[in-house]
């Protein structure tokens, strides 16, 4: 349930309603924005009377909302949240973001020649997978430590903002010390031990990846779990999920952006690499994001995709990707941002 207070009401009457309500056994959830107030209460509301409620005359209005995360939810967070990593801003009307980089890091110089190539064509964050969730156990499952290193000395001689994927809680305090934005991969959006750990252990951003066979409302409550354990700072990845088609690796389900923005507050950003699995496609489908809405796009990008440790043949190399920044820069202007 959200309660809209009137604007000029006394903080005292408000302090009060808010006591009734916890003395009743809900979670307060006060919101103040530029323009609103509202107090979400979660719990059951079932017994709350709308109309005694919306008689108090510092009650402007009484919502019931069916959708069963609150936190994420637009209606209790009215204004799009912006996330900041290290000065660079997602979400809102700000800049698209433009993340590039390896689907594995390969070792210190490959890392740091692809942290300036990436740079140059336009990207503002360099993503790399140090610990790798691989299909088969024989497969290349990353540096681990040393991959997260040499990003550290990546961004030491780039500047850009490091993205990588937590496999983990005990890697927790690792990527807290080193990693700007932690990545959730797609088969850890239901892990949700892992999901209250990152809520509870870290305040960096989190990039939240859709499930390869989940509905819209079991990501978002993935969110919930982490916004509800302490950390707000949530950005969703659409990532493509799994269906019938067999010539992409999954569906990207561009949908979603328009969903996202209208059920929730949290930046919503574009993974076209892992969608088509294709580099082929990539361009197309991210200049349809960029157009959809997306405030970002995560882009796998190597100087020789047909040599990668993981994932070749996903990988844009790096004068594509420039090209492909420069398309949709043209996009998102038409429509009143940028790149």
Known sequence: ??????????AALIEQLIADFKSQGFEVHDSVGTDYHLIGLIGDTVHVDELKVKANPIVENVTRIAAPYKKANRLFHPEDTVIDVNGIKIGGNEKVVVIGGPCSVEGLDHICDLAEKVKAAGAVMLRGGAYKPRTSPYAFQGLETEGILDMVEARNRTGLPVVSELMDSDQIDEFEKYVDVI????????NFTLLKAVGKR???PILLKRGLANTIEEWIMSAEYIMANGNEKVILCERGIRTFEKYTRNTLDLSVIPIIKEKTHLPIIIDPSHATGNWKYIEKMSLAAVAAGADGLIIEVHNQPECAWSDGAQCLKPEKFAQLIEKARKIAQVIGRDI
């Open 1 to 10: 349930m959200i309660i809209t207070i009137k604007r000029t009401s006394d």
């Open 202 to 204: 870290t305040t960096k």
């Open 183 to 190: 990545q959730i991969g797609a088969r850890n959006m239901q």
